[in-house]
């Protein structure tokens, strides 16, 4: 989820879709925050949020193939 979307950021998209999930209205997913900011503050909403996990761009290949591993095991 890029964090820094037009319109809806991925913040609120984000914040959306785990109200969906937690209201059983979608089933379990992971979501990845996509971001440059990587101030203390941004992690700090990242996580409470509730990101499955945070990339920072620019996207390294290991981390993103890391995620989805991690991702796919779970499910």
Known sequence: MDCNMPVMDGYAATEILLKK??????????????????????IAKC???GFSAILFKP????KLEKFLSEIFRLK
């Not at 996207?59 to 290991?62: D, G, P």
């Open 21 to 42: 999930i937690k209201n059983g209205e979608l089933n379990d997913i992971s979501i990845a925050a996509c971001t440059a900011d990587l101030t203390e503050g941004n």
């Open 47 to 49: 996580n409470k949020i």
């Open 59 to 62: 996207i390294e290949r290991s």
